[in-house]
């Protein structure tokens, strides 16, 4: 026994080197003013990226990798350059649990700090290159990485901040590691010989956007309405267009693809039954993840475009409303109507009414599609949810409901008024038919 716990304090002296005493979380010590070696760097950024969740303080540690205010050449440098090396490595196999770079950046400014977050988005791009994607997902991670490269910083030992970005480095590290895995976003399946699908036509795209961008900027309510209803209609009209043409082709079952929403704070609980409502009526199915602040949407690609474009605009115009003061005369009105209560109760009361005004236009849209297109359009739609229903089930096999509680009355009855404002009587048409 006593040779085992002699060749132990043999080993932690060669992991940390001699010299002066620095007290670690636990009673133990780090017997190091300075980690001169790689290997005593990486020991150190390990236990302080565990020290938090291990209930012990990373301070210490934290202060041993960032050293004395003049540190000996080239040693902030290797501090620097393992850091930035631990960030890649974990983000790289981050990437390899589902995680993508947009993922990774939105997880962080929520887990960590600005600063944090900068670093690992500083190497995404080189987790990427290391992580080579799939074929299906290059172009999308590539197109996350362009968005990303304005917030991208990296860890510099001449920077007159390095004791506190050490610390965030630690941090961010820390955030990679203790990331749990995510069900993987796979590409749709493609009929044998079809090509790749063509997507939303861009001219469609550019109209639905600059009505979107009117109606958030107008500030007339019924003109509003007016931009956001046509933007939906637009929208239908192309997707059941779409898919009274696919009914007409050859075999093949439906494509389904998924995508992630992430949800800014605050009430992002709120927000995702929102979400859900909206994917609900466009024949999709959205799953909530509320620790991350975010919700996975499954669905055929023409419905997720429809469920973007609409949730957005929707999530907009609630918003809008939901900071309007009560119409009631007084001061304590108008600030009840700031209360987190409030906005939550009316957040809700939106969503719930909006999901039965999507219903009902749903089912009058596709009634007047089958109108037009016949009733081989009904089984492209069902086999449309079968598909998605199976893609859920595969990708989260064990899902729980989630309950809301209204506590703010005034709340929910301005959210169900706000949501009767929005114009969504729209009855579109096939594309191309008179």
């Known amino acids: 026994m006593a040779t085992k716990h002699r060749s132990r304090r043999q080993a932690k002296a060669r992991r940390h080197g001699n010299g002066q005493r620095i007290t670690s979380p636990g009673s133990r010590s780090i017997n190091s003013p300075w980690p001169s070696s790689p290997e005593q760097v990486d020991a150190l950024i390990v236990e302080a990226a565990h020290a938090d969740c291990e209930g012990h303080d990373p301070s210490p540690l934290i202060a041993a990798l960032a050293g004395p205010d003049e540190p000996h ?45 900068g670093f690992i988005e500083g190497v995404l791009a080189e987790a990427v290159r290391r992580r080579r994607p799939p074929t299906w997902a290059h172009q999308r991670w590539e197109s996350q990485l362009d968005d990303l490269a304005g917030g991208a910083r990296r860890l510099r030992a001449t920077a007159q901040s390095w004791h506190t970005d050490v610390g965030s480095a630690v941090w961010a590290v820390s955030a990679l590691v203790h990331l749990r895995p ?26 639905v956007r600059a009505l979107l961008a009117k109606a ?32 007409m082709s050859e075999g093949g079952e439906p494509d389904v693809e998924a995508l992630r929403c992430w949800l800014d704070d605050p009430y992002r609980k709120e927000k995702s039954y929102l979400a859900h409502v909206v994917a609900s009526a466009n024949r999709c199915r959205a799953i909530a993840d509320h620790e991350l602040g ?83 359009l009904l089984p492209v739609l069902a086999s449309r949810e079968e598909h998605v229903e199976g893609a859920v089930h595969k990708s989260f096999p064990k899902l729980s409901e989630t309950r809301f509680s209204v506590r703010d009355y005034e709340g929910w009855n301005a959210g169900r008024a706000a949501a009767d404002l929005a114009d969504l009587s729209a009855r579109p048409r096939l594309a191309g038919r008179g």
């Open 182 to 207: 995510l069900p993987e976003l796979v590409p749709a399946r493609r009929r044998v010989g079809s090509g790749p699908r063509p997507g939303i036509d861009p001219g469609l795209l550019a109209k």
């Open 216 to 247: 958030e900027a107008t500030g007339f309510e019924e003109e509003a309405e007016a931009f956001l209803a046509k933007a939906q209609e637009l929208m239908a009209r192309n997707n059941l267009d779409r898919a009274a043409l696919e009914g």
């Open 73 to 117: 050449p080239g040693q902030r440098e290797l501090v620097s350059d393992r850091l930035t090396a631990a960030l890649t490595v974990n983000a790289t196999l981050a990437m390899h649990r589902g995680w993508e770079p947009l993922d990774l950046s939105k997880a962080s400014r929520r887990l960590t700090n600005a600063t944090a977050a």
């Open 294 to 376: 975010m919700s996975t949407i499954f669905g055929h690609p023409d419905d997720l475009d429809a469920f973007e474009v609409l949730f957005t605009a929707l999530l907009v115009h609630a918003s809008k409303h939901m900071r309007l003061p009560l119409r009631k005369a007084g001061s304590l009105e108008a600030e009840r109507s700031k209360r987190p209560s409030y906005r939550r109760s009316f957040l809700i009361a939106y969503a719930d009414r909006i999901g039965a005004r999507l219903r009902e236009a749903s089912e009058a849209a596709t009634r007047a599609a089958v109108e037009e297109a016949g009733r081989s």
